[in-house]
């Protein structure tokens, strides 16, 4: 990445080395701000700071403290890179400087050619490289929900085919009632009336479950949701490759979590868990024995999410692996190996772990673990 144009913003009690390191920034085509002092730095900050790539943070200032500083940063510019200095560091400051998430901490005295100016070159680096890190598996996981929706797609086709021909039958049994009588009761009216209604609310309910999960992710907030419709939701992701491969499918909710609700991001959760039962559909494929179960329970302050197969197990030597993008055991044109490299995103994303256990011959347990943090119920509080 070069370092052009960018915007650099220093704050700096002592004037002349504030001043050298603006200077050596502008000579490299930057636009450099600087402040002096707690008070115009916030002010800049609240103001400006949005548009900032990179900010250089003198700790000690006459006025305040310059972790403080940090707290603003972040409340205009989550993104943004930061660069500690300070005339002396102990693990106190250390520990500040990596809970704060900032790239680097220089100790003065330092050289602005020698360590600051490479320094500075390699957060934005870094800085870079996460940003399009992010933009690559945002398309991966678009790439991923348009595999999904083909199948969905396929689901819908073979579903909406059953409420169609009751309204098809139930429209020609009232013709055919006016053919005989020349007239039709109320009451088999209605009859016939709520026939064609429920079957409607069938086809409404199958058009929102394709219009919700092709939705955009992007800019998508987090929200409290059912847990179990989630499942079902995610439940319905798979139907086709369910009844395809002829899989027999069990839910077991512990009791009390049967109306628990979870902060999430709704349909990149149900992504997660759309892929992992997906995965375990096809991975009883050719077993004479094909059970899907998913199960939820409360364990250690923490919400559970397994999704268990009764396949061929994953060896040893593969385990590691299995999380690697693109790594992939299914035969070539049949998986990108994108699908758990995003799940276990996704699920990091929910400040939750993704967990795994499988015995080659048995089958295989994906498990999600959500933090309490997560869990909204009140049947829980008490635990």
Not at 56 to 64: E, H, K, S
Not at 173 to 183: G, P, Q
Request: with cysteine; hydrophobic share 35%.
């Amino acid at each position: 990445m070069d370092l052009e144009n960018l915007n650099i913003f220093v704050v700096e009690d002592d004037n002349e080395v504030r001043e050298l390191i603006v200077k050596e920034f502008r000579s490299l085509s930057h636009q450099a701000n600087s402040a002096n002092n707690f008070y115009d730095a916030k002010k800049w900050i609240k103001n400006f700071g949005k548009d900032s790539d990179l900010f250089l943070i003198d700790l000690q200032l006459p006025d305040g403290d310059g972790f403080a500083l940090l707290n603003e940063i972040r409340e205009v510019n989550k993104e943004a890179s930061i660069i500690l200095m300070t005339g002396f560091i102990n693990n106190k400051i250390l520990n500040k400087a990596i809970k704060n998430n900032c790239y680097d901490l220089i100790e003065k005295p330092f050289s602005i050619k020698s360590d600051i100016i490479p320094i500075a070159k390699r957060c934005l680096n870094a800085a870079f490289l996460k940003k399009e890190n992010d933009r690559l598996n945002s398309k991966l996981l678009h790439n991923s929900k348009l595999a999904a929706l083909g199948e969905l797609s396929a689901t819908i086709v073979h579903d909406v085919r059953s409420p169609l021909t009751t309204i098809q039958l139930t429209c020609e049994d009232i013709k055919d009632e006016f053919k005989k009588e020349n007239e039709i009761s109320e009451d088999v009216l209605f009859t016939h009336l709520a026939q064609i209604n429920k079957a409607c609310q069938r086809i409404n309910k199958l058009v929102d479950h394709l219009r919700n999960y092709a939705r955009s992710d992007s800019g998508e907030k987090e929200e409290n949701k059912n847990l179990l419709e989630l499942i079902e939701n995610s439940l319905f992701l798979v139907k086709q490759k369910i009844r395809n491969h002829n899989i027999k499918v069990e839910v077991d909710l512990e009791e009390k979590v049967s109306s628990v609700e979870i902060v999430c991001f709704p349909n990149k959760f149900e992504q997660v868990l759309m892929n992992l039962m997906s995965n375990a559909c096809d991975a009883m494929k050719d077993c004479p024995v094909k059970k899907l179960k998913i199960g939820t329970y409360v364990k250690d302050n923490s919400l559970l999410i397994s999704i268990s197969d009764s396949g061929t197990g994953i060896p040893e030597n593969i385990k590691s692996k299995i999380f690697d993008s693109f790594y992939t055991t299914k035969p070539k044109g049949e998986g990108t190996g994108l699908g758990l490299s995003i799940v276990k995103n996704i699920v990091k994303e929910h400040s939750g772990e993704l967990l795994l256990e499988s015995t080659v011959g048995k089958g295989t347990t994906f498990t999600v673990k959500l933090p309490r943090s997560k869990i909204i119920s009140s049947t829980l509080k008490g635990d």
